[in-house]
């Protein structure tokens, strides 16, 4: 028997949080289509293809993909990732880092609710920006690189990547200035950095779905000119597709 656990949609589309399957799927592909097939009716559908699945948690990804052989007694994780206009994360690869950002409603813009996360996925690196100091994927991605590599040689800002990575995005080596300005406030929804394995990330996901939100709703563009002082002028003086980008880049990388 196997026993398969749903998160966020997938829960919604079974109407329950976890099912005991007694047929016989020897692979993920054909859990996947078994699932397909018990699927009640008049519950939302269920995207058998864009799943992040762990077994015994593992991703599966680690593993063999969808041809993963199944056994007796095998717990498996289903998270669906939902693209376009709903909830969804960006996760990208940095050195031996997984990274993923996740947009957090605001209603847990407190500290305690980072602590907690801190406590409970403590293998993980996390760190909680402002929504408004991260303009997209490209620019978090960079700074995000920044504090990595700085890590590797032993070079941060801090004796943490936590802070290293909140003085980044503020542009100050002041703690307390990028605490109150670019750190959490209950005002604002806050994107949740995430730095270690992928398997780590998985779990992480798995607590967090329900308090997620549509990452770079909006565009910070302006904001973040006027916040830093950025002229057009000074832009238009960049050779580059990307120059907001690439001068936001620029301040994170020479603060010494």
Do not use: C
Request: aromatic share 6%; hydrophobic share 40%.
């Amino acid at each position: 028997m196997i026993t398969v656990n749903f998160t966020g949609g997938a829960r919604k589309s079974f109407q329950t949080n976890s099912l005991k399957i007694t047929q016989d799927t020897s692979t993920i592909s054909e859990l996947i289509t078994h699932l397909i097939s018990r699927k009640p009716n008049n519950t939302p559908n269920f995207d058998g293809k864009n799943l992040l699945i762990a077994v015994n948690g593992i991703d599966s990804s680690a593993l063999d993909g969808i041809h993963t052989k199944l056994k007796s007694d095998d717990v498996v994780n289903i998270i669906p990732i939902i693209h376009g206009g709903s909830k969804t994360n960006v996760s990208f690869r940095i050195k031996n880092y997984q990274v993923g950002l996740f947009a957090i409603k605001k209603f847990n813009a407190n500290k305690e609710y980072l602590l907690l996360l801190r406590k409970k996925h403590s293998k993980l690196y996390l760190q909680a920006i402002s929504s408004k100091f991260i303009l997209d994927k490209e620019h978090s991605k960079k700074i995000i690189m920044i504090s990595i590599n700085k890590k590797l040689k032993n070079q941060m800002l801090s004796d943490k990547i936590e802070i290293d990575l909140l003085l980044r995005f503020s542009n100050t080596t002041q703690i307390n200035d990028a605490i109150k300005n670019v750190g959490i406030s209950k005002t604002e929804n806050f994107i949740l950095i995430v730095i270690g394995t992928k398997s780590n990330l998985i779990k992480l996901h798995k607590t967090i779905y329900d308090d997620l939100d549509i990452l770079f709703r909006n565009n910070n563009s302006r904001f973040l000119k006027k916040y830093f002082k950025i002229s057009n002028q000074t832009l238009n003086s960049i050779d580059s597709k990307t120059p907001l980008v690439d001068l936001l880049v620029e301040k994170a990388s020479i603060l010494i």
